[in-house]
C-alpha cells in the first residue's frame, strides 16, 4: 500500500480464520465495512480451499497473495502443495529458534554498554545515545539469529576522541549509526524534553566528535535519519557481510 | 516454500538491487545457481519497472511479489502507483517509530522479573525459565508497539502457589506461557546441560506447578511447544485483546 501515496489506509488484521465459521464472520465483517465507506481491499493468506472460497464472497477486491504463486510453483516443482495452514510459522527447526533465543539473551546481556562479552558478538554497534543501537540490536537477534552488542559512546570517550579500551581488540567487529541532528533533537526531546541532553549545541557536540571518531579510527558508519529498524539492520548486514543464522 | 513438504531449498537474498548494474549482476548470480543445480526460483520485490525488465531475463521462474498486485490496486484505486522503491521502510510515521523504541526499551528494562514497572505494562508474561517470555515480550514491543513485560516464576512461588506480591495488583495484565516438558528439557538441556535444571523432574515438577497456579488465579495461558515467537505473539494480542501501536 505504501506505492499508492496520499491513500488513506485504515489496516484490519483478522487472525486465526481457521474454520467455515470464522470465515463467515471475516466476510461479516468486511460487508459491514463495505457499507460504512470504500470497498475493502483483502490480502488473504489463506492456504485452506474451502476457508477462501467463502471470503472470496466478501464484498471488496480479494487479492490473493499465497495461491497466486502456489500455482506457478506447484507446476515448476511438479510437486502438489499441502495447501495446509500453520506451516510457516511452526518451530519446523529446532536450531534455529535456538540461535534466535540465544541471541535474543546475548544482545539483552550486552545492551548499552553491559555485559562486555565482545568476543562472541558478530557485531558492535557504536554510536551516541538515541543513535537506535538497541532496537536494532535486538532485531538483528530475533530476525536474524545475529550476536549484536551495543556501546553507547559517553562524554569521556568523544572528549578522548579514543575508543573505549575494552572495545580496543574487537576493532574489525565494530559498526557505527549516526543520525541526523533535527531527527535525534527530537527523539531526545520526547525523553528528556528542555535539558542538555536534548539541546541542539550538545547534540551537534556529540554527533561531530563521533563522526570525527569513526572517521579516525575507519569505522564503517550507517546515517539512519531516514531508516526504519529493519532497513538499519539489513544494511548493516550486507555492509558488513555478517552471516544470517536464520532465514529472513 | 513452507507449503511444499520434503523440499531442500537454499534460499538466498540479493538484496539492495537498486541500480540497473545490480540488476544484471543479480542476473548472472541467478543464472550460475541455475548452472549448478534446478532452476533458481525469484522472487521478486523489484517496483521499478526497469530493474524489473532486466531480472526476468534470468533463467529461473520468476514470481513477482508485487506488481501481481499492484496492477489490480491501480485499478481498484483508480490511482497509479509511484511504482519507487524505499517506500515500505522508511520512517513515514515518527509517532510509529517512537512507540516502537520506547517499548523496545520498555521491555528490556521489565525483563525477567527486573524493573517492575507494571503499571505501564500493557501484559505482563508470566512462566517458568526459558518457556520463551524474552523473546516474545522483545517481539511485541518491536513488531506491535506493544509494552510487555516478564517475570520468571521462582521456586519461591511455585512453592507457595502464589503470586508473588508484586504482580497482585496487575491480576489483569497476566498472561501465562507454558511448554511441554520434552521440549523445555531440550532448551535447557543446551543452556545448562546435565543440570537440575535441566532434569526431568525437576521440570516437571515447575510445569506442574506453574500450570496448577495459572489455573487457580484463572490466568489466561498459551502452549509454546509447537510455536514459533511470531505465533506467540500473534495469539497473545488475539486472546487478549490489546491494541497494536504499530501496523504488523
Same mark, same amino acid.
Given at each position: 500500500?505504501? /506505492?499508492? !501515496?496520499?491513500? !488513506? ?8 480464520? %481457521? ?14 465495512? +463495505? ?8 490480502? %488473504? ?11 472470496? /464472497?466478501?464484498?471488496? *477486491? ?14 515448476? *516443482?511438479?510437486?502438489? $502443495?499441502? &495447501?495446509?495452514?500453520?506451516?510457516? &510459522?511452526?518451530? #519446523?527447526?529446532? #536450531? ?10 546475548? %544482545? *539483552? +546481556? ?37 550476536? #549484536? +552488542? ?8 568523544? !572528549? ?10 574487537? =576493532?574489525?567487529?565494530?559498526? $557505527? ?11 531526545? &526531546? ?7 541532553? @536534548? @539541546? =541542539?549545541? /550538545?547534540?551537534?557536540?556529540?554527533? =561531530? ?6 572517521? =579516525? ?8 535519519? !531516514?531508516? %526504519? ?7 548493516? *548486514? ?11
Amino acid at each position: 500500500m505504501t /506505492q499508492f !501515496e496520499g491513500q !488513506e489506509i485504515r489496516p484490519v488484521t483478522l487472525p486465526f480464520v %481457521s474454520t467455515v465459521d470464522k470465515a463467515h464472520e471475516a466476510v461479516r465483517r468486511i460487508n459491514r465495512a +463495505a457499507q460504512e465507506g470504500l470497498r475493502p481491499v483483502i490480502f %488473504s493468506t489463506l492456504v485452506q480451499d474451502d476457508l477462501r472460497a467463502v471470503v472470496m /464472497q466478501a464484498n471488496g *477486491l480479494f487479492l490473493d497473495l499465497f495461491s497466486a504463486f502456489v500455482e506457478p510453483l506447484e507446476r515448476e *516443482l511438479k510437486t502438489r $502443495a499441502t &495447501h495446509l495452514s500453520g506451516r510457516a &510459522h511452526g518451530i #519446523a527447526d529446532p #536450531a534455529a529458534y535456538t540461535a534466535r533465543i540465544n541471541a535474543t539473551n546475548f %544482545s *539483552l +546481556a550486552n545492551d548499552d554498554g553491559t555485559g562486555g562479552d565482545y568476543g562472541q558478538a558478530d557485531v558492535i554497534l557504536l554510536g551516541v545515545s538515541r543513535v537506535g543501537k538497541t532496537p536494532t540490536c535486538v532485531y538483528l537477534a530475533l530476525q536474524y539469529g545475529v550476536f #549484536a +552488542a551495543n556501546y553507547p559512546l559517553t562524554e569521556d570517550d568523544l !572528549e578522548a576522541g579514543r575508543l573505549p579500551a575494552r572495545l580496543e581488540g574487537f =576493532r574489525r567487529k565494530l559498526f $557505527a549509526l549516526t543520525i541526523g541532528p533535527d531527527r535525534l533533537q527530537q527523539i531526545r &526531546h520526547e525523553r528528556r524534553p528542555d535539558s542538555r541532553y @536534548s @539541546s =541542539r549545541q /550538545q547534540i551537534q557536540y556529540e554527533l =561531530r566528535a563521533a563522526e570525527a571518531l569513526f572517521a =579516525r579510527y575507519g569505522i564503517p558508519s550507517l546515517d539512519t535519519t !531516514e531508516c %526504519s529498524i529493519e532497513e538499519i539492520a539489513s544494511r548493516i *548486514l550486507n555492509t558488513t557481510g555478517i552471516e544470517r543464522r536464520l532465514r529472513p
